[in-house]
């Protein structure tokens, strides 16, 4: 038996208000045939499956054209609800896709138990992203340290019933957990939002019941082992998110199931269907550097220009503007411009460097900055403020999935 595990899709994601819908398609159709080639047999897709609560039309119908696909190859599915999904709009049609057999886990189930699939030889406990009101009920009447730590604990306490059920169920079967969390040590993007407040509340590789022979992690956009563990792993993102991932590998994980034990851990390359790419020096560097631009990739790079020159000019910013404004190039589309003066006295009126989008600002970026401007708070009621606006923005998010 063979088992692709992938997480991290965020269909109907745009970059800097550009549509990635060609690149998802690009890489769905290298996954079809990826399927068919190698003859997989249980596809394990780790949440995000979509970038918003309330994805596009475009993203839903690609969502359910790929699932049509997998039945024609008689692939089984399992999806799993992430941060950034609603688990109720997942969910909803998962009666229907059932009897296609295709599991979808939206949101955190009561009882537990149906969290867990039993296949034929092979068991997986499809844990989808666990949310405050999910922790909230599994730890009722303990109390950690903190709520960090009660956050901690919840999701430890969710991957230890399960492996309890499953140690008395299922003898001599592999058991794969899924899950959509933030480990310690992980490595992470830009383009992930921050899950547990603010990534304080990070599980540890070791929380993971050794019931487990694998754990398929979402969440985190680098592929990456956790903890030096070869059985748990997050398969990354199958496409650049943000320009943090523009020199990152793209993978998706092969699993090989034989005599009820997992043989065989293999990655495999996604090819690149888009560069993403710094241009990066003085306006007269820049301007020939996009004048000898070569695309290789099938679509059209994706170009972020940054003009560093030594002293402020506004002349220069004028040059920039006009030149991204008339840039037109078959190979490449600028997405973001900035300029900087390396000379530039630096006040606190000037918090941004010219031609930065407020949209490249996060939230607590934006905070963060502000908070730099005060001068009569103290650090620690800066760091109080920061924390407490973190968990404020949690509540909005999980608001609006659900
Ligand atoms: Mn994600």
Redesign the pocket.
């Known amino acids: 038996m063979k088992i692709l595990h992938t997480a ?1 899709w ?1 269909l109907g994601k745009k970059l800097h208000k550009h549509d990635l819908s060609k690149d998802h398609q690009m890489f769905l159709d290298w996954l079809i045939n990826l399927i068919q080639e190698k003859s997989i047999d249980l596809l394990l897709i780790s ?2 499956i979509f970038d918003l609560a309330n994805p596009p039309i475009e993203a839903r119908t690609m969502y359910y054209w790929f699932l049509r696909q997998m039945i024609q190859l008689k692939c089984k599915i399992i999806v799993t609800g ?3 999904d609603s688990a109720l709009m997942l969910d909803a049609p998962k009666e229907i896709l059932q009897l296609l057999d295709i599991k979808v886990v939206g949101g955190a189930t009561n009882p537990i138990v149906n969290e867990i699939v039993a296949l034929e030889n092979l068991v997986v406990c499809a844990v989808p992203y666990l949310r405050d009101a999910d922790l909230r009920q599994a730890i009722e009447g303990e109390s950690g340290t903190s709520r960090i730590e009660n956050v901690r604990l919840g999701i430890k306490k969710h991957y230890d019933e399960l492996a309890e059920i499953c140690q008395k169920k299922y003898l001599n079967v592999p058991i794969i957990a899924m899950g959509h969390l933030y480990a310690n040590g992980s490595i992470s993007s830009e ?2 939002r921050e899950i547990q407040i603010g990534n304080l509340a990070s599980v540890d590789g070791n929380d993971f019941s050794k019931t487990f022979n694998y754990v398929a992690l ?2 985190i ?1 680098r592929p990456q082992i956790i903890g030096g563990n070869e059985r748990i792993r997050y398969s990354g ?1 199958p496409i650049p998110l943000s320009f943090s991932e523009k020199n990152d590998q793209k993978i998706v994980i092969i699993l090989e199931v034989s005599e009820n034990k997992i043989q065989q851990i293999s990655e495999v390359q996604v090819p690149k269907f888009r560069e993403l790419k710094l241009i990066s020096g003085t306006i007269e560097n820049v301007k020939s550097k996009l004048i000898a631009f070569q695309n290789e990739a099938p679509l059209k790079s994706f170009l972020e220009v940054e003009v560093i020159e030594d002293n402020f000019n506004p002349l220069i910013i004028k040059e920039l503007n006009d030149l991204i404004g008339v840039f037109d190039d078959e190979n490449a589309i600028v997405l973001k411009h900035k300029i900087s003066f390396k000379n530039e006295v630096k006040s606190s009126e000037e918090l941004f460097v010219e031609g930065q989008n407020l949209e490249d600002i996060s939230e607590k970026e934006m905070l963060q900055k502000r908070l730099e401007r005060e001068n009569a708070l103290s650090e620690i009621h800066k760091e109080m403020m920061m924390e407490a606006f973190t968990e404020l923005l949690l509540m909005v998010e999980q608001d609006d999935e659900n």
């Open positions: 991290d965020h949440g995000d992430g941060n950034h383009s992930e979402g969440h956009h993102s």
